[in-house]
C-alpha cells in the first residue's frame, strides 16, 4: 500500500462525486472510486472503509465478500494490535479522549473480527476459514503506569456467532462445534478474558456433556491465570458476575460449581496477594474478595480471608492521566473560560454568542490556540490530545454562521499539518472523524467548509468523505465518538 503521506488523486475524487450526482444506477461502479481512495490510505483506514462498502447490501454478494476479505487482509498493517479502553470508572481527559479512539474499532484485531461477521452473513464457512486465521489471544502484561486496559470482548462474541452458525448438520453431530470452542476457551491467560469468555460460555447452546468438558477446560485456564493487576483490577468488575451466572447454568446442567468457583478463588487469591498497583480513583482492593465472600462463596470453599488480601509488594500508579497541568494550557484553559461565563460567573448564552464581541472573542481566541506549539512537560501526543481538546469544546459551543466555519477551517488546518507517525493514526483520525461527521449531519449549515475537506489533498480525510457519502455511519454510532 502507498505511503499514507501521498497526495490525493483529486481526478479519483471527482469521479466519485461525478458518479453520485449523477445518480448512477450501478452502486458498483460508483464506490470503486473509493476503493481506490482506500489504496492511498493507511492500512486500517482503508480496511475500515472497505469494511462499511462491503455492508451495503446493495451491492452484488460477490463483491461484497472480495471487499471483506481485502479487509480482513489489510488489517494486519494496522498500527494497534487490540481494542483498549481506560480503565479509570470515570473515564475523562486524556482517558476519555482515548476510549473514544479506540472506539473507532481501527485496531486489528477488531477490524478482522468486523470482516469476519460481515463474512458470515454471506458465506459462513469463509468466515470461519478467517476467523481461524486469528491465533487465540495471548496479552501482552500490562504495567502499573498503564491506564488503558484491554478489551476483547468482540473476539468471544464473534468466536460464539461463527460457532452456531457456520457448522452443518452433520459437522454438529460430530462435536466440530465444541472442538473449535476448546480451541480458544481453553487457553485464556488473561484476566481480561474471563469474563467475556465466560459470557461465551453461558450462551453456547451444546449438549449437556459438551457444555461441561469446556467449562472444566475454561476453569482449569482460569486457575491458572498469572496477570497484571492492572488487567486483574479492571477485570474483577465484571468477571464476579459472569462466573455466577456460569456457575449457576452449570448446576443446572449437572456440573459442580466447585469447579468453577474453586478456579475462581484460587485466581483471585493469587493476584490479591501478588503485587499491586496503587489504586485508579475509588477502587477497592477488596472488592472482587468481597463480592466471592457474599455473592459466590459456597460451603465447601473457605472465605477468602484478611491474610489473602494483603499484597506481596506495593508498585506504582498510572501516568498520563493528568490533563492541562503545563502554564501554557492553563493559560488557554482561563481564555476559553472566558468563552463560556461572564465575569459575574453566569454562562454565556445562546444569544450572546451571536453577537459581534463574543464571536471576536472566538477569533481571539483561535489565534492563541495557533501559536501554542509546546507545553512545558507533556509529550508530543498529549500536547496533541490538550490541543484538539479545545478546538473539541470550541466547535461544541459557536453557533453556526461564518465563525464556526473558521473555527472547523482552523482545527482542519491543525489536524493536516500535525498528522502524527502510525502510533498515533487512530487519535488523529478521531476528530477527521468528528469533523466529516459533524459537516454531513449538517449539510446546509457547513456546506462550506465541506469542500475544505474535499480539498484537504490527505488521503485519510479524502476517504472519509467519500465513504460517509456512500455508506454513513448511523447517527447513534457516531455520537459515541464526541
Same mark, same amino acid.
Given at each position: 500500500?502507498?505511503?499514507?503521506?501521498?497526495?490525493?488523486?483529486?481526478?479519483?475524487?471527482?469521479?466519485l462525486l461525478?458518479?453520485?450526482?449523477r445518480?448512477e444506477?450501478?452502486l458498483?461502479?460508483?464506490?470503486?472510486?473509493v476503493?481506490?481512495?482506500?489504496?492511498?490510505a493507511?492500512?486500517?483506514?482503508a480496511?475500515? %472503509?472497505?469494511?462499511?462498502?462491503?455492508?451495503?447490501?446493495?451491492?452484488?454478494?460477490?463483491r461484497?465478500?472480495e471487499?471483506?476479505?481485502?479487509?480482513?487482509?489489510?488489517?494486519?498493517?494496522?498500527s494497534?494490535?487490540?481494542?483498549r479502553?481506560? *480503565?479509570?470508572?470515570?473515564?475523562?481527559?486524556?482517558?476519555g479522549?482515548l476510549?473514544?479512539?479506540?472506539a473507532?474499532?481501527?485496531?486489528?484485531?477488531?477490524?478482522?473480527?468486523?470482516?469476519?461477521?460481515g463474512l458470515l452473513?454471506?458465506?459462513?464457512?469463509?468466515?470461519?476459514?478467517?476467523?481461524?486465521?486469528i491465533?487465540?489471544?495471548?496479552?501482552?502484561?500490562?504495567t502499573?503506569?498503564?491506564?488503558?486496559?484491554?478489551?476483547v470482548?468482540?473476539?468471544?462474541?464473534?468466536?460464539g456467532k461463527?460457532?452456531a452458525?457456520?457448522f452443518n448438520?452433520?459437522?454438529?453431530?460430530?462435536?466440530?462445534?465444541?472442538?473449535?470452542?476448546?480451541?480458544?476457551?481453553?487457553? &485464556?491467560s488473561?484476566?481480561a478474558q474471563i469474563a467475556?469468555?465466560?459470557?461465551?460460555?453461558a450462551?453456547?447452546?451444546?449438549?449437556?456433556?459438551?457444555f461441561?468438558?469446556?467449562?472444566a477446560?475454561?476453569?482449569? %485456564?482460569?486457575?491458572?491465570?498469572a496477570?497484571?493487576?492492572?488487567?486483574?483490577?479492571y477485570a474483577g468488575r465484571?468477571?464476579?458476575?459472569?462466573?455466577?451466572?456460569?456457575?449457576k447454568?452449570g448446576?443446572?446442567?449437572?456440573?459442580?460449581?466447585?469447579?468453577?468457583?474453586?478456579?475462581?478463588?484460587?485466581?483471585l487469591?493469587?493476584?490479591?496477594t501478588?503485587?499491586?498497583?496503587?489504586?485508579?480513583?475509588?477502587?477497592?482492593?477488596?472488592?472482587?474478595?468481597?463480592?466471592?465472600?457474599?455473592?459466590?462463596r &459456597?460451603?465447601?470453599?473457605?472465605?477468602?480471608?484478611e491474610?489473602?488480601?494483603?499484597?506481596?509488594?506495593?508498585?506504582?500508579?498510572?501516568?498520563?492521566?493528568a490533563w492541562?497541568?503545563s502554564?501554557?494550557?492553563?493559560? &488557554?484553559?482561563?481564555?476559553?473560560h472566558?468563552?463560556?461565563?461572564?465575569?459575574?460567573?453566569?454562562?454565556?448564552?445562546?444569544?450572546?454568542?451571536?453577537?459581534?464581541?463574543?464571536?471576536?472573542?472566538?477569533?481571539?481566541?483561535l489565534?492563541a490556540? *495557533?501559536s501554542?506549539?509546546?507545553?512545558?512537560?507533556?509529550s508530543?501526543?498529549?500536547?496533541f490530545r490538550?490541543?484538539i481538546?479545545?478546538y473539541?469544546?470550541?466547535?461544541?459551543?459557536v453557533?453556526?454562521?461564518?465563525?464556526r466555519?473558521?473555527?472547523?477551517?482552523?482545527?482542519?488546518?491543525?489536524?493536516?499539518q500535525?498528522r502524527?507517525?502510525?502510533e498515533?493514526l487512530?487519535?488523529?483520525?478521531?476528530p477527521?472523524?468528528?469533523?466529516?461527521g459533524?459537516?454531513?449531519l449538517?449539510?446546509?449549515?457547513?456546506?462550506k467548509?465541506?469542500?475544505?475537506?474535499?480539498?484537504?489533498?490527505?488521503?485519510?480525510?479524502?476517504l472519509?468523505?467519500?465513504?460517509?457519502?456512500i455508506?454513513?455511519?448511523?447517527?447513534?454510532?457516531?455520537?459515541?465518538l464526541?
Amino acid at each position: 500500500m502507498p505511503s499514507p503521506s501521498v497526495c490525493v488523486p483529486r481526478v479519483v475524487l471527482g469521479l466519485l462525486l461525478a458518479a453520485m450526482l449523477r445518480g448512477e444506477s450501478e452502486l458498483g461502479s460508483a464506490i470503486e472510486p473509493v476503493v481506490d481512495l482506500a489504496r492511498g490510505a493507511p492500512a486500517e483506514l482503508a480496511s475500515d %472503509a472497505l469494511i462499511r462498502l462491503a455492508n451495503l447490501e446493495r451491492l452484488d454478494k460477490k463483491r461484497r465478500i472480495e471487499l471483506l476479505n481485502q479487509a480482513f487482509e489489510l488489517a494486519a498493517g494496522a498500527s494497534q494490535p487490540y481494542k483498549r479502553r481506560a *480503565a479509570p470508572l470515570h473515564a475523562a481527559g486524556p482517558a476519555g479522549f482515548l476510549e473514544r479512539a479506540y472506539a473507532q474499532d481501527l485496531d486489528t484485531l477488531s477490524l478482522r473480527l468486523r470482516a469476519v461477521e460481515g463474512l458470515l452473513l454471506l458465506d459462513p464457512r469463509i468466515a470461519r476459514e478467517r476467523f481461524e486465521e486469528i491465533p487465540p489471544r495471548q496479552l501482552p502484561a500490562l504495567t502499573c503506569d498503564d491506564f488503558l486496559v484491554y478489551d476483547v470482548s468482540r473476539f468471544y462474541e464473534v468466536l460464539g456467532k461463527v460457532a452456531a452458525a457456520s457448522f452443518n448438520a452433520r459437522e454438529v453431530r460430530e462435536q466440530a462445534p465444541v472442538t473449535f470452542l476448546a480451541r480458544y476457551v481453553g487457553v &485464556i491467560s488473561s484476566p481480561a478474558q474471563i469474563a467475556p469468555a465466560a459470557r461465551l460460555l453461558a450462551r453456547a447452546v451444546l449438549p449437556n456433556a459438551e457444555f461441561q468438558m469446556l467449562a472444566a477446560a475454561f476453569a482449569g %485456564a482460569v486457575g491458572s491465570i498469572a496477570g497484571d493487576d492492572r488487567s486483574f483490577t479492571y477485570a474483577g468488575r465484571e468477571a464476579g458476575a459472569a462466573i455466577e451466572d456460569l456457575a449457576k447454568l452449570g448446576e443446572r446442567r449437572a456440573l459442580s460449581p466447585i469447579v468453577l468457583l474453586g478456579a475462581y478463588r484460587t485466581f483471585l487469591v493469587n493476584h490479591l496477594t501478588g503485587a499491586r498497583c496503587e489504586p485508579l480513583e475509588s477502587e477497592s482492593d477488596a472488592g472482587p474478595a468481597a463480592f466471592f465472600n457474599e455473592r459466590l462463596r &459456597i460451603p465447601a470453599l473457605p472465605a477468602i480471608g484478611e491474610n489473602e488480601l494483603t499484597p506481596s509488594k506495593a508498585e506504582g500508579k498510572a501516568k498520563g492521566l493528568a490533563w492541562c497541568e503545563s502554564p501554557e494550557c492553563r493559560a &488557554i484553559r482561563d481564555q476559553f473560560h472566558t468563552l463560556v461565563f461572564r465575569a459575574d460567573g453566569e454562562a454565556v448564552q445562546e444569544g450572546e454568542r451571536k453577537k459581534n464581541p463574543w464571536q471576536a472573542g472566538v477569533r481571539d481566541f483561535l489565534a492563541a490556540i *495557533a501559536s501554542w506549539d509546546q507545553s512545558t512537560g507533556a509529550s508530543p501526543a498529549e500536547h496533541f490530545r490538550e490541543k484538539i481538546g479545545f478546538y473539541g469544546d470550541l466547535v461544541a459551543i459557536v453557533p453556526n454562521g461564518d465563525t464556526r466555519e473558521y473555527v472547523l477551517r482552523s482545527m482542519l488546518a491543525y489536524l493536516i499539518q500535525s498528522r502524527p507517525g502510525p502510533e498515533g493514526l487512530i487519535e488523529w483520525n478521531l476528530p477527521i472523524v468528528q469533523l466529516v461527521g459533524r459537516v454531513n449531519l449538517d449539510p446546509r449549515g457547513l456546506g462550506k467548509v465541506a469542500d475544505d475537506l474535499r480539498r484537504a489533498n490527505d488521503p485519510a480525510v479524502a476517504l472519509e468523505m467519500a465513504v460517509e457519502r456512500i455508506a454513513p455511519r448511523a447517527v447513534s454510532e457516531f455520537m459515541l465518538l464526541l
